[in-house]
């Protein structure tokens, strides 16, 4: 396992974090940007080989030049999983994600998402993630989605939190094996496991899904250039009155995907910017 680090301001950290976090394939398992100490950041990205971690320093370099990168070997240890320990609790609206230690004493009231620390993207922490819930809390005011689609579901968050919140099924994709169990992991974690599946797949191109759509809510936190690719195929598999969720998208990137989405009849009813990143609500006509 190797660990790449690199301090400096924020706004040299936070476009190397994006950068890191956002290629597709990225060659990080794990990665975290964090403030260490006043006026100052730190960027650790963990990696299982030596080419990864080249990998991932010739990005940062790439992006963020000013920056002086470190790589070092660490001995045998879960290192993805212990880079995330410790991460706050995140609430948004009725929900709040965290951790079964933080969750033991969280507030009454609040619907409860148990998300270990993992290697899964998901923990609420970023910006798209906590869009999101944000969103969702919005398509809760006035409807009750009974179908959801979770497309690059990660650990699951978004889905569990939908079911939690009243709908009867969810299932969610990933392209990613380790993503897929850990989601499915964390349904059996969150007492959802009868109502909610994860399958390897691309977008909602599944026998299952496809019989079982349209779905009254679908989530697509992924990246912007398939969010824009998928839209025919996620407008198909919404119900009439149903509502999706996008995120991954920088802001800058917003009005390419709202063209995309607008395009085929689609509602924007809420937008939410968190750190940079867009989350879209659409709503499809009746």
Same mark, same amino acid.
């Given at each position: 396992m190797y660990q790449i680090s690199a301090k400096g301001p924020r706004e040299a950290i936070e476009p190397a974090w994006d950068a890191l976090a956002w290629t597709d394939p990225s060659p990080a398992g794990a990665v975290d940007a964090k403030e260490d100490g006043r006026h100052a950041w730190r960027l650790d990205a963990y990696c299982e080989t030596a080419e990864e971690a080249d990998a991932c320093k010739a990005i940062v370099e790439e992006v963020s030049p000013q920056l002086n990168v470190v790589i070092e070997a660490l001995e045998d240890r879960d290192w993805v999983t212990l880079s995330l320990e410790g991460l706050p609790p995140v609430e948004a609206g009725r929900f709040i994600v965290a951790g079964s230690h933080v969750l033991a004493k969280s507030a009454p009231g609040k619907t409860p998402i148990l998300i270990e620390a993992g290697p899964a993207f998901g923990t609420g922490h970023h910006g798209t993630t906590l869009g999101c819930l944000i969103g969702l809390e919005h398509v809760l005011r006035s409807a009750?989605?009974?179908?959801?689609?979770?497309?690059?579901?990660?650990?699951?968050?978004? @889905?569990?939190?939908?079911?939690? =919140? *009243?709908?009867?099924?969810?299932?969610?994709?990933?392209? !990613?094996?380790?993503?897929?169990? /850990?989601?499915?992991?964390?349904?059996?974690?969150?007492?959802?496991?009868? @109502?909610?599946?994860?399958?390897? =797949? *691309?977008?909602?191109?599944?026998?299952?899904?496809?019989? !079982?759509?349209?779905?009254?809510? /679908?989530?697509?936190?992924?990246?912007?250039?398939?969010?824009?690719?998928? @839209?025919?195929?996620?407008?198909r598999l919404t119900a009439p009155g149903g509502h999706i969720i996008l995120s991954g998208l920088l802001s800058p990137q917003e009005p390419l995907v709202r063209k995309?989405?607008?395009?085929?009849?689609? @509602?924007?009813?809420?937008?939410?910017?968190?750190?940079?990143?867009?989350?879209?609500?659409?709503?499809?006509a009746d």
């Open positions: 009750r989605p009974q179908k959801v689609l979770d497309i690059g579901t990660g650990s699951g968050l978004l @889905a569990i939190a939908a079911i939690k =919140t *009243g709908s009867k099924r969810a299932w969610g994709t990933e392209i !990613d094996t380790d993503s897929v169990r /850990v989601a499915n992991e964390n349904a059996a974690k969150n007492h959802v496991a009868n @109502a909610f599946k994860t399958f390897e =797949t *691309g977008g909602g191109m599944n026998t299952t899904i496809r019989k !079982d759509a349209p779905c009254d809510l /679908v989530f697509a936190n992924i990246l912007f250039r398939p969010l824009v690719g998928l @839209a025919p195929e996620i407008e995309a989405y607008g395009n085929r009849g689609l @509602a924007l009813v809420k937008r939410v910017r968190r750190d940079g990143w867009s989350s879209l609500v659409f709503r499809k």
